[in-house]
């Protein structure tokens, strides 16, 4: 088995084995029953979320707690969906390995932050006019912010890979569906583990779990957040990761700690301590068993534009709670004493559409600037010092040189984000996104421009993203100098890509059990 090696394109992978194997917590049904049994929450009465179907109990705020042991403050109200208990009696939600002969390790701490389905816009520091997002606001202040990155695909598990790896998706040979991570593509919880870290994940996510090799190079390894579309996972998330930051902070040694968040994904809940919705009585209703039939009213033109706000006021309530749960997992580390002392990486994998073009709702299919310009900012380690904002375009797949970097094992050819921001460019740099899923499409950005490739019907589209920021103005016929060099860049570009997907081994996508079929089915990705 070759050595990626590293170019313009890829990044250094050794080949390497898992160094530790994954937990699992298991589920406590009796528990459960039991504290749904004591719940005394009244149910949602929020018009627009009562008459969506789907409305349920809440547990207390001292039945939460008392199940969530990596938070030390009360929840906030968590709405509406069904709320899930994890954990196991007498057993520590982050059993640290013994770590043997592992390296000493010097460097800061990292925390990468990553939510699922959410939007560049729908965020305050990026210009939202709604408060659905005040601790990122926060957070921003302190961060440098990336006004306009791009994930290398508007779908989970190839953006999630290439953030995990610094590799383009397909030349991991993720296509239009998923497979396991090549294991010559090293990740980057194995690429801190071979430097000394200590190493815990948790995913809200089943694409991004074990069974497509993520968990690869982690200490702790936690899904069990991971359950479906009707689930409410950002409390478990947080509570297991704060319960993973207090066990990681006690060890003598820099740790890596990866958060996953998925309830900006459909379906779209409206949670009581952040409404943005008023009555509604149309027919755009989100519930965990119509999305299917939600596309089909917006490809037939049957919802209004009021309907879609209906959609997209329930998704800034998830974002906003969602915001909530980030903003106590940051807080987790101001409580600890460790906030200055990690970097903290804060990215999404894709974004969602609501209808503003070929009356598409979700994602997957197109390369918009609604589905793949997301959110990111990066907090160095070091004491507090005011943020900046950078204009250039960027991709997520430079996350794993920056991490490298700020640790101390800069790869060659591999462009930090630091740099970026640090630099006055010369040369715009030129950005890739592509998707296979449903649709043959490539996107290339280089200054204000964006070229989109459909691969179907063999057109190429020219926009002006600083003029034009909707793409609803095609200038390859005005520009087509411009078209001819961001289309050659494409071709060169997919070259590399192949040439290194070749050197890879291309794994099966593995078998799916009718449950995840069904799950999968249910959130959009399969038919």
Excluded at 124 to 137: A, E, I, N, V, Y
Excluded at 192 to 210: C, D, M, P, V, W
Excluded at 219 to 226: G, K
Aim: proline share 7%.
């Amino acid at each position: 088995m070759s050595k990626v090696t590293p170019n313009a394109i890829t990044l250094g992978m050794e080949i390497r084995k898992p160094v530790a194997g994954s937990v699992v917590i298991g589920w406590i049904a009796i528990l459960g029953f039991l504290l749904a049994a004591c719940s005394q929450g009244p149910e949602d009465s929020n018009a627009g979320a009562s008459e969506a179907g789907s409305a349920s109990s809440k547990s207390s705020e001292e039945t939460l707690m008392a199940s969530m042991p990596g938070l030390d403050e009360p929840l906030a109200d968590l709405g509406r969906g069904t709320i899930r208990f994890h954990g196991q009696v007498g057993v520590s939600p982050c059993p640290l390995p013994e770590i043997g002969d592992r390296p000493p390790a010097q460097g800061p701490n990292v925390l990468l932050i990553a939510v699922d389905t959410l939007r560049a816009d729908r965020l305050g520091f990026m210009g939202h006019d709604r408060d659905t997002s005040p601790h990122l606001d926060a957070l921003a202040v302190d961060s440098l912010v990336f006004e306009h990155a791009i994930a290398p695909a508007p779908w989970t598990t190839p953006s999630m890979a290439g953030l995990f790896t610094g590799l383009p998706p397909a030349a991991l040979g993720i296509g239009s569906r998923p497979i396991p991570l090549p294991t010559e593509a090293e990740t980057v919880a194995e690429l801190l583990q071979k430097r000394g870290y200590l190493t815990a994940g948790i995913a809200s996510h089943f694409y991004i779990g074990k069974k497509y090799g993520f968990d690869r190079g982690f200490d702790v390894w936690d899904e069990t957040a991971a359950g479906g579309h009707e689930d409410i996972s950002s409390p478990w998330v947080t509570g297991l990761a704060g319960n993973c930051l207090r066990e990681l902070s006690e060890q003598n040694r820099p740790f890596f700690l990866f958060a996953h968040y998925f309830d900006p994904h459909y379906d779209y809940l409206e949670h009581r301590s952040h409404p943005f919705s008023g009555p509604y009585e149309g027919p755009a209703r989100s519930r965990d068993d119509n999305f299917e039939d939600l596309r089909f009213l917006a490809e037939k033109g049957r919802l209004s534009e009021q309907d879609l706000g209906h959609l997209m006021d329930l998704y800034d309530s998830e974002i906003a709670f969602t915001d909530e749960h980030v903003g106590r997992l940051v807080g987790r580390l101001k409580q600890l004493g460790i906030y200055d002392s990690t970097l903290i990486v804060f990215v999404a994998d894709h974004g969602e559409m609501f209808g503003e073009r070929h009356r598409w709702i979700g994602h997957t299919k197109y390369l918009y600037e609604e589905l793949i310009h997301v959110p990111l900012m990066i907090k160095p380690a070091g004491p507090a010092s005011s943020g900046r904002r950078i204009g250039s375009t960027v991709s997520t797949l430079a996350v794993l040189p920056t991490i490298l970097q700020q640790v101390g094992s800069e790869l060659p050819m591999a462009r930090s984000l630091i740099d970026v921001g640090e630099e006055q460019e010369q040369e715009p740099p030129v950005v890739f996104s592509q998707t296979r899923r449903w649709r043959n499409e490539d996107a290339v950005y280089q200054g204000d421009w964006k070229l989109l490739h459909d691969g179907q019907t063999y057109q190429y589209r020219l926009f002006n993203l600083r003029e034009d920021p909707g793409e609803t103005t095609d200038h390859g016929r005005a520009r087509r100098q411009t078209l001819i060099a961001m289309r050659n860049a494409l071709e060169a570009w997919q070259a590399e890509v192949d040439a290194t997907a070749a050197g890879l081994k291309n794994r099966s996508a593995p078998e799916l059990s009718a449950e995840e079929q069904e799950r999968l089915r249910a959130l959009g990705y399969i038919d």
